[in-house]
């Protein structure tokens, strides 16, 4: 494998000129300037990533977290300005106060105290001494955060030119208006709270024609049923079969997909190393498939369309023979339309066992949650693309926090017991931030296997095909709230807000559990296993990049008043998008006008054209760069099949503490460094796990011989 240029190696933002494979300036830079009156002086705040679990560090009510480092040059000794003795840098936020004083500073580079405000302003003057509670002294250097580009626009001027204009392909609204056979019509969407939207927006519709699923004439669509636990030994066979099922949500029975009639789908429980054979039968009214995620199986029952099989037609079936090398939560989705079928129900766990007793560390209980939204509008489900997917730009969140099927989860547990968590965010979009105030939390392990240590985390965050491993230790009798708490961000007024959903409860006793475990959950235990198997790679970590991706899009035919607020909305991307508070834009959006990218730079081929080649067992050094020029930039969860890699770095500051994983977070802007272990022959895919994304081509395909 021939390796990409030295200057190709892992790069902080702010430590040299932008490159197509760098992480952002324009977004993790903070630029400084001088006031009147001062020369020489100059300088940039580095908004770096602390590492942790996860590529992005945010705090449980949804704060960005970063790690700064002012890296300064020009400025004179102080005591040259007058009575002063150091330069001491302080942030505040946009009503100046408070001030939070971060420390001294001087030419060259200085790390400083987390930042986690969302606009803000960082400050340095000389100062009489080090110790003081607010700036007093000459201020020599100054700087805004990328964040307050954001600002509300001319709102008179965007309502006119909205309605002057509309684009082709947005004349004709398909809506199944007239029809009196009970199909699925376009109505509206519903509106997040706090969000205001331009009139034009409002009138904004998908240009292709509503879908939902309507059993045939006189068939019977049986209530789903909660999922059962399988247990699977070596050599047995299960019976699978998608199909349609009825659900009840606000007061509206809905058709939607199942597994065997359940929702989510039977949870299977299986022994590393075992092999299973899976008879899968398709009732649905359109083809799919069963991709089992993050499995290392034979790639002939990987269940990709058109790559490593033909979809399954309607009444048609396909034996799945699976075998599974990795300990941990894996999961089973459609693999066509994933935007439709998954959304609707067609997902379920895997929990696949070590044979060490301790593989997890001590806990009184499991509990597995599959979190997933809907999106519900008055009449029921909002109906999905037929021809072609809608939310093609930012994918469909949903506005009903799911658990394991239902709007609120409840669990009872006793004092002082410790649950371990498997989490899998099934979701079409929606990146999590979990925590449970009240309870304290570490993480144990991720997509595929232990953590090299166990750490502490206040929440987790879990994109779209993510799983985490999470311990939790309720000490205090009294209710736990599982909640999912963000900041939004209302493009149009350029402000944030804070979002906080509460998907369950945990309803403590004050019975104490036993045996009691608060000494072996107060240890952060090193997994010395996985410690030792991952210390063959570290020596790969430093090499150059021998592949690179960058993600883009592409758009054609947008509305007036899209492509406008877009531009606006370009001033400023967040590193993740965790709300859909562009609803109508986005709902309206479809595969017919957006194209998501995975670009080759080295030769320019795009998606399917990519044609990478590996021998087995190399081990590529790979960097994902979502790029920030993007028409829209966003967060991307990028999941390699059939493989797993070990993410190195993030924006040029290296992981301290790895996992084995398939699915990986890629904040807009930022690049994100992996070691890809090419270990099982076959044809792979990789792509976006945003299923509108996906849906949209956003996906490659490489060749392990």
């Known amino acids: 494998m021939i390796g990409m240029p030295a200057r190709a190696l892992a790069q902080r933002p702010c430590d040299s000129p932008p ?17 009147p009156g001062v020369e020489g002086a100059s300088g940039v705040i580095e908004l770096g990533w602390k590492p942790g679990p996860f590529t992005i560090p945010v705090s449980s009510d949804g704060r960005l977290r970063y790690a700064p480092a002012a890296i ?16 001491v840098a302080w942030v505040t936020n946009q009503l100046m106060h408070p001030v939070e004083r971060l420390g001294p500073v001087t030419n060259g580079r200085t790390e400083l105290p987390p930042i986690d405000l969302e606009k803000f302003f960082v400050l340095i003057p000389a100062e009489r001494s080090m110790g003081g509670t607010e700036p007093m002294g000459k201020l020599m250097l100054r700087g805004a955060s990328p964040s307050t580009r954001l ?53 904004l519709k998908p240009a292709v024609e509503p879908y939902l699923p309507r059993p045939s004439p006189n068939a019977r669509v049986p209530a789903a049923r909660p999922r059962e636990l399988v247990s699977l030994s070596n050599g047995d066979t299960l019976r699978l079969v998608a199909g349609l099922v009825g659900r009840m949500f606000k007061g509206h029975t809905i058709t939607m997909y199942g597994f065997n009639g359940q929702y989510p789908g039977p949870l299977l429980q299986v022994a590393k190393d075992a092999e299973v054979v899976v008879d899968f039968s398709n009732l649905l009214d359109q083809p799919t498939t069963v991709h089992w995620h993050g499995v290392r199986l034979d790639n002939r029952f990987d269940g990709v369309p058109e790559l490593t099989q033909d979809p399954v037609p309607a009444g048609g079936r396909f034996v799945y023979r699976l075998r599974f090398p990795d300990a941990g939560i894996y999961w089973y989705h459609p693999h066509v339309r994933e935007d439709t079928q998954q959304d609707l129900g067609l997902y379920g766990n895997i929990l696949v066992r070590s044979p060490r007793a301790d593989y997890f560390g001590p806990a009184h209980r499991e509990e597995v949650l599959m979190l997933d939204d809907l999106l519900l509008g008055d009449d029921g489900l909002v109906p999905f693309g037929a ?112 979002e906080t959903d509460t998907l369950g409860s945990v309803h403590v006793t004050g019975v104490r559990a ?192």
Not at 72 to 87: F, I, K, W
């Open 72 to 87: 300064l040059s020009g400025l004179p000794d102080p005591a040259t300005l007058g009575p002063y003795t150091t330069y």
């Open 514 to 705: 036993t045996p009691e475990l608060g000494s072996s959950f107060g240890a952060l235990r090193i997994d010395h296993a996985v410690r030792d198997e991952i210390a063959r790679y570290r020596a790969a970590a430093d090499r150059p990049v021998d592949r690179a991706l960058v993600l883009t899009l592409e758009t054609r035919d947008l509305p007036f008043v899209t492509r406008q607020l877009m531009m606006l909305d370009s001033a400023y991307f967040a590193p993740v998008e965790w709300s859909g508070t562009m609803p109508h834009m986005n709902w309206a959006s479809t595969g017919k006008q957006v194209r998501w990218v995975v670009r080759d730079p080295s030769t320019g081929k795009e998606n399917m054209d990519i044609d990478w080649r590996f021998r087995r067992g190399e081990v590529i050094k790979l960097r994902l760069a979502n790029e920030r020029r993007a028409f829209h930039a966003m967060q991307h969860p990028i999941h390699i099949h059939g493989q797993r890699f070990l993410v190195l770095a993030v924006n040029g500051v290296r992981s301290e503490n790895l996992v084995w994983k398939d699915t990986a977070l890629i904040p807009a802007g930022s690049t994100v460094d992996v070691l890809l272990e090419v270990s099982n022959p076959g044809r792979w895919m990789l792509h976006c796990h945003i299923a509108e994304h996906l849906s949209t081509e956003m996906m490659m395909a490489f060749t392990v011989n």
């Open 151 to 203: 600002q509300p626009p001319d709102l008179f001027q965007f309502t006119i030119g909205a309605t002057r204009d509309t684009a082709s392909g947005h004349a004709h609204h398909p809506s199944g208006a007239g029809r009196d056979d009970g199909s699925p019509r376009w109505t509206t969407i519903p509106m997040p709270a706090n969000i205001s939207m331009l009139p034009a927006e409002m009138a």
């Open 387 to 498: 021809e072609s997917m809608t939310h093609a730009l930012m994918g469909r969140f949903g506005n009903v926090f799911l658990v394991n099927g239902e709007p609120r989860y409840e669990l009872a547990v006793r004092r002082g017991e410790v649950v371990r968590f498997f989490l899998t965010n099934v979701s079409n979009t929606r990146t999590f931030n979990l925590s449970l105030p009240g309870a304290r939390m570490k993480i144990v392990g991720s997509d595929v296997g232990n953590y090299e240590r166990e750490e502490w985390v206040e929440s987790v965050v879990l994109a779209p095909a993510e799983r985490y491993i999470v311990h939790a230790r309720f000490e205090n009798p009294g209710t736990v709230a599982l909640v999912n708490r963000v900041q939004a961000l209302d493009h149009l007024y350029g402000r944030f807000f804070y």
């Open 19 to 35: 490159e197509s494979l760098g992480p952002s300036r324009d977004l993790y830079c903070l630029e400084l300037s001088a006031p």
